[in-house]
Structure formats: C-alpha cells, structure tokens
C-alpha cells in the first residue's frame, strides 16, 4: 500500500471559488477589496531592485524586526483598527480599546498566514488523549487541523439567536480538559463576544487549559482580547494580515501571548519549518505596520459599506445577521442558500455558500468597494427579491 493509514481519514479545507473561466466580482473569499497601502507597494520594490541578493539567502528566521513592528502597531491602534483615531501619521486606540501595558515583541509569534499559525498551536497545545471544545459552526479549518493531528472534538451546538454557547462551551471544557478554541468575531455568523463576555469565562476556565481566541476579524467592530494578556497566562490570541490589513496574498498571521507560550509555539515552528517567513512577507508586513493609518481608513470604509448593505438587506426581508466583521451571514425566506449563490452568480458576483445542515439555506457575503456593492444590490434586487 502506497499511502499511510492517517491519510484516509483527512478531510481537507474547501476554500472559497477561485474562478479561472470568467471575471467575476469576488465577495466569497473574505479577503479585502482594497489593495496594500502604496509604502508597502514601495518597500517591496525597492528590496527587489536595491538588494536582490537577499532573494538569494535565507531571511531572519525569528522574524525579530517584523515582530517589533506588529508590537507597536497594536500600542498605537488597541488592537481593532476601525475604531482606531487617525491624525496625520499619528494613530491612537479608541479609549474602549485601550490596552492597559504595552505589547512587547517577546509576546509576537508569526507564521504563514494564520493558518499555518493555527497548525502549529494545535500541536503545540492540544492533546490527542483530550477533546478540546469548540462551537458547532465557526472557522472551518479547525477540524480539518484535529483531523490533521488526530485530536478529539467536542463541537458545541450555538444559542438559537446564533451566540456562542459560553456556559456550555465552559461545562465541557471542565469535563474533557483539553482546552477551547473560538473565533471572535466568529465565522461564518460575523457575531462576537464582549472582551468582559471572555474575560468571566476565562475566570471560570481551569487556569492549566488553553484558551485560544482567533481574532481574524476583530479589526471590523470586535472587542480584541489582548488586553486580557495581563491577566490571563493561558491565553492565546491569533490574528492575521489577510483581512484588515490588505494581505490575504503575503500569508502573514501571528498570535500575540506570553513569552512563555510564544516560546513553545516557536519550538513547534523549529521543529518543523526554521524560515517559515521570506523576505518579501517580512519586508511587506513591516511596512504595513508603519503605514497602519492607511489600513485604519480602510477598515472603516469596509465598516461604512457593511453598515449599508445591512440595512439594505433588512429593509428588503432579509433575515441576517448583526456582523462585526467584513462579511455578512444572510438568508431569504422562501430561497434555499444553494439557489440564493446560483443567482448571484449568473450576475457575475461570486459569494460564499455552505452546503452544512444547520446552515446551508445562510450565504456568507463579504463586503467590498462601494462600486461591488452597489453592484451587488442590483443584482439582489433584479435575481433574488
């Protein structure tokens, strides 16, 4: 036999369309509709022209200037870059996102893309002899990784008004004592907890368990948790540049914890990958983290659209969801989400369909440039109402 036992039971990430046949306005991915800022653009071509040796050796294999540089970039915003104060080149936190210590570069960890970063959390701190908790519908990846290392599930069903379940979701965890996962905002229903919501239930976790917090979204109206660093050691927060910083194609994402924790991810990351950063991410993601007043504005256009296209929706009989994120979770009364997708299509917009029972009549709708949602609409009202 050619192929190992562990591989028949992989069930592999399905990501969003990714069309070869036509042009299409992409809504479906939940990337951003906005290109990187132009220093970024800059930086990146002028490491290409003035030092193209470099692309001939091996970069920084702790990323330690790119890890400074994310460091100050969540000082100077608070973590959620829509609320965030813009003047001039000054960035400055909304006082609700404050963070009561400052980020140092020992608490950064960064890989390729979160997903990578995931991976390499759930070997470093799940167990195979343990279920670790999760909610029934959110980021679909962690299976596949449970699958991956072959970790027990314990999959939490949600509130009926789409909430995450906390109290059960902590009843469980005391049980199997393998630790929780959830994004927050979480996906695919764009819906968050409070930071106080996670804080109380990190006070009533078992303080020896981890407790990992995907942040991936939070940047469009979340409530970052990284404050709770200061008093949570078994706190793991991840996030990512695909989102609000414009870099789905630079594969960046990074989690932000103690020094303690963020030693033992690297010691996963040595054991497998020493240069899992190259020097174009590395250059790419600095420069981003300099430049973060213009992802700032971006955030909050993405924001501006969202807000709109929500009421858009609700104001033609939709039943969606109140999304703190770049994407909304929507359904129609009478339409299944297959046929909701199909028609979208036919206009030349591509959107997110899940073929999951408990979700499949929802479409995930990512929020794009004013123009794609203007676009958007007319194709709703012409197809779908």
Partial sequence: ?????????????????????????????????????????????????????????YPDPDSLELHEKIADMLNKTGG?????????????????????????????????????????VFYAFFDSGKKFVMPEFTYSFYPVYAGFYDIPMDNIPLNRDWTL????????AKKNTGGIIFANPNAPTGLGLKREEVRNMLLQADKDEIFIVDEAYVDFGGESCIPLLKEFNNLVIVRTFSKSLCGAGQRLGYIVASKELIDIVTTVKNSVNHFPIDALAQV???????????????SKKVVEEREKFYNFLVQN?????????????????????????????????????????????????????????????????????
């Fill in 284 to 298: 790419s993601g600095k420069a981003a983290c300099e430049n973060v007043q213009y992802y700032v504005e971006c």
């Fill in 80 to 120: 959620v870059l829509c609320r965030a104060k813009v003047n001039g080149k000054n960035v400055t936190p909304d006082e609700s996102d404050k963070i009561p210590f400052t980020v140092t570069p020992d608490m950064i960890y960064t890989g390729n893309g979160s997903d990578e970063v995931l991976s390499f």
């Fill in 1 to 57: 036999m050619l192929i190992s036992n562990r591989i028949k039971n992989l069930h592999p990430y399905v990501p969003g369309e990714q069309p070869k046949d036509r042009v299409y306005i992409k809504l479906n991915a939940n990337e951003n509709p906005y290109a990187p800022s132009p220093a970024v653009r800059k930086a990146v071509l002028n490491f290409v022209k003035k030092t193209p040796i470099k692309m001939a050796l």
């Fill in 317 to 385: 009989g939709f039943y969606v969801l109140r999304s703190q994120t770049n994407f909304i979770f929507v359904k129609k009364e009478g339409l299944s989400g297959d046929d909701f997708y199909k028609r979208i299509k036919g206009e030349g917009i591509l959107i997110r369909h899940f073929n999951t029972p408990g979700i499949q009549d929802f479409v995930r709708i990512t929020i794009g440039t004013k123009e794609q949602m203007e676009a958007l609409k007319k194709a709703i009202l012409k197809t779908v109402i």
């Fill in 165 to 172: 379940d906390t109290k059960t979701m902590l009843e469980h």
